[in-house]
């Protein structure tokens, strides 16, 4: 039997963070999750922003978490290499109704201690951004709210817990949770017993359900559907900042952002559902974003697309963030209601669960020779000349484009592939190096790169997946 | 880095940049060379492994590799250079330069008297036409299913439904067909079919695949590979008839939408694109709104038959050459083409005037199918040039040929007319 300090369930950004934050100390740390790569599953399928929580619900765990979050970026982007990128955002008043509610909106930022909103008037607002809808009244200035490759956060904190001794299984479903004596004593799952003195259940959408195995699930998650376009890097209209709408009482509403790679982000809708792996997009609801955000920015052209997408925030019912630990069952923290502000906060949550558990008797050492920083994949198209050249002389493979619309080397798909906790599945290549990512979207690389997966893992072509187990890609050979 | 000089650089080794290599050393170049990003010559015809290649060229019905290998062997024989496994990262027209990567120099850079752009096109998607629902494995555009089945021999389904009645969708149809797959059924948005004739008989009506027109997929199923679509009958504006909407079992799904040319280098030197054809701007000469710039092929629309691209593209090359030489003719105005009554975009867009007469054919495409009609040019109030056309299609391209000698300073107008 496996036996460990700490087991995470979950390898999302959330259950990621707590294992490097783990990392730092002499402690035994296992990360568990269904998918066959890290990146969760809301924490793959969002807007990107790395919030400041001007607008969280003051006084909560939630506003105090995404607040404490926001200024560890800068430090952590560095050390892991992960593309970000403080654009700000701004939040237009294009009604007079609107423009009403700035002051509240400022104040309610303020009690966040988001001291740095600050307000300005529609010109300024124009010259900014000058694809805003030209009635805009005024508006909010945020300047600290920010752009991130979402995939690359949680990779990176993966790698670089990996490199300080946390382990991860991956494809790896947790069947149960034995306890003794109130007490956590080991994780069941698909890959085995796991013998663990703390269970963190980092689940995310699948948290109440981790949950019912220990029979703390007095809530319900709720997914909560939102749909996105992205557009083309070429798209003939653009904005350089979020631009948020105001929110109404219904809906935070739906934004258009530059993403990291710069093409323009548009969307989300909000819908509740049922289900928790329905993540299909619906006319209505891509509809209903293109009449949204042409308030915003009138001349936005959704024609210009180049993929839909939807992710599921776990909602929770009861509503909110909750972190707990329980009297009768040590060794368990249930977080749950992890949902828009997630991807943010996942950096302030991994202390603030460390902290929990030392306070909750976990023995905690510094290690002394933790690794703080980890390396991406270099990318070829983002650098001069000298290092293009510099690079082909080093390693050849960096002279053959597989993925034209985002020129992408063979070289780094292979270290996309190679590097620890490498991608296996197509869509795991590409969250690494964003080959298919563009606007062909794989119809030049995706057999080339096929070819490459299957080449490395050396298995058939037909047992490389898209990216969970049954997403197989092609059935086999040709008559012969 | 290291450096290449020569008269002509042609960017792409397809049918295009054959034919155009070829056009510039009959004219005189010296030294014509290609640039491929593929491991060898010959462009997407690589995979096109079918027949109905040549009848307009050679008079005779070849398959892709027979129909580019001609050109191959003539190239090859007239001394035309080129450099496999090597991508164009930009054009520099100022500098008259392109600068390429490859595994085996590194980057080069080819400095050249003129640069002709053959980089052909790419397909739509199925997120360019925003089909909703899941994102499983087991969704294709043709041509790449195109490539994994004839040149990676990998069966890419078992069964099959093909949106889009383009000429690659209806041929893998047949290919599917052949494999052993089952295609369901081919279905197309529009009321009409959206390739040539010839292939609906032979690709679908021998093999007893259903063509729904007028039909749209309105969902797809499955998380982790497809499971099946939702079909609907579309109404005079296109959209969904939900009450009649059926659900279809299959794993795979190919898109066949349409081609768009790929013109990433061109936008990034500043080159003028046509809004419509979503290619570069040229003139009789094929050459862009930069003088040193040439374009031929589907990089500047997207051609239904390799023949015209090999005719269009001889005289890219020609000209190009000319234009290295320093003996492209003179030019004494412009002439600017405009469409008229049921002409979606005509190419060239502009013509040269130049001393002499010459015949310039004027390639368009119709807006809507039309029978019994006549094809008419006018210069001014002038007509210059009209005939007779039994039957026009948006799905084949059409042209007319004018005399420069008849025009005058106004603008060319070529219309579709109804026969009285």
Known sequence: MLKTDVVVIGAGAVGCAIARELSKYEINVIVVDKNDDVGGDASKSNSAIIHTGYDAAPGT???????????????????????????????????????????????????????????????????????????????????????????????????????????????????????????????????????????????????????????????????????????????????????????????????????????????????????????????????????????????????????????????????????????????????????????????????????????????????????????????????????????????????????????????????????????????????????????????????????????????????????????????????? | MFEINCDVVIIGGGPAGLAAAIGAKEEGAEKVLIIERDNALGGILQQCIHPGFGLTRFKEELTGPEFYGKFVDRAKELGVEYMLNSMVLSVDHENSQVICVSSEKGMTCVHAGSIVLAMGCRERTRANIVTPGTRPAGLYTAGAAQRLVNRQNIMVGKKVVILGSGDIGMIMARRMSLEGAKVVCVVELMSYLAGLTRNRVQCLDDFGIPLKLAHTITRIEGNERVTGVWVAPVDENKVPIKEQ?????????????????????????????????????????????????????????VNDLADNVSEESARAGKYAAQYAMKKLPTSTGTVTCVTGRNVRYLCPQKIQKAEGSEKVSLYFRVLNPELGVKLVAKCGDEIIAQKKAFRVNPGEMDHIAVDTAKLTTDAITVEVVKED
Not at chain 1, 244 to 256: A, D, Q, R, S, Y
């Open chain 2, 245 to 301: 909407e059926e659900f279809i079992e299959c794993d795979t799904v190919l898109f066949s939408v349409g081609l768009l040319p790929e013109n990433e280098l061109t936008r990034k030197a500043g080159i003028a694109i046509n809004p419509i054809t979503n290619g570069p701007e040229v003139n009789q000469y094929m050459q862009t709104s930069v003088p040193g710039v040439f374009a031929c092929g589907n990089v500047v629309h």
């Open chain 1, 61 to 480: 765990l939630e506003s105090q978490l995404v607040v404490a979050a926001n200024p560890m970026y800068d430090e952590v982007v560095k050390d892991l290499d992960v593309p970000f990128a403080r654009i700000g955002a701004i939040l237009p008043a294009i009604t007079q109704e609107q423009y009403d509610q700035l002051p509240a909106i400022k104040e309610k930022a303020f009690r966040n201690h988001v001291y740095d909103v600050e307000f300005k008037t529609g010109e300024e607002l124009l010259a900014m951004e000058p694809n805003l809808n030209p009635e805009v009244k005024g508006g909010l200035w945020i300047p600290r709210e920010s752009i991130i490759d979402p995939f690359i956060l949680v990779q990176a904190l993966a790698e670089n817990a990996n490199a300080n001794g946390v382990e991860f299984l991956l494809n790896t479903k947790v069947t149960g949770i034995k306890t003794e004596n109130g007490k956590v004593k080991s994780v069941e799952t698909t890959s085995g017993e796991i013998e663990t003195t703390y269970v963190i259940n980092a689940a995310g959408l699948y948290c109440d359900e981790i949950a019912e195995m220990v029979g703390k699930a007095d809530y319900k998650v709720v997914a909560r559907k939102g749909q996105f376009y992205i557009l083309d890097k070429n798209t003939s209209c653009q904005v350089e900042h979020i631009v948020l709408p105001i929110p109404t009482k219904v809906t935070k509403g739906k934004l258009m952002c530059p993403t990291i790679h710069g093409n323009m982000l548009v969307g989300p809708t909000a819908e509740d559902q049922e289900s928790k792996e329905d993540k299909s997009t619906s006319t209505e609801g891509l509809n209903s974003i293109a009449a949204d955000v042409r308030n915003l920015v009138p001349n936005v052209n959704l024609r210009e697309t180049i993929t839909q997408y939807s992710g599921l925030r776990p909602n929770r019912n009861p509503e909110g963030l909750h972190f707990d630990m329980y009297d009768d069952l040590q060794g368990y923290v249930n977080l749950s209601g992890v949902r828009s502000t997630g991807l943010t906060l996942s950096l302030s949550m991994g202390k603030y669960v460390v902290q929990q558990l030392q306070y909750h008797g976990l023995e905690m050492t510094f290690k002394k020779n933790f690794i703080k920083e980890r390396k991406g994949v270099v990318k070829f198209s983002e650098c001069t000349l000298e290092e293009q050249e510099k690079l082909i002389q080093e390693n050849p493979l960096y002279g053959n484009i597989i993925c034209r619309c985002e020129t992408i080397t063979e070289a780094e798909i292979l270290d996309a592939i190679h590097r620890p906790l490498g991608a296996k599945s197509m869509d795991a290549v590409k969250r690494r190096v964003r080959a298919g990512m563009g606007r062909c979207q794989g119809g030049f690389c995706g057999p080339k790169v096929l070819e490459i997966l299957a080449r490395e893992w050396q298995c058939d072509a037909s047992e490389i997946n898209k990216n969970v187990a049954g997403s197989y890609m092609v059935t086999g050979v040709t008559r012969r």
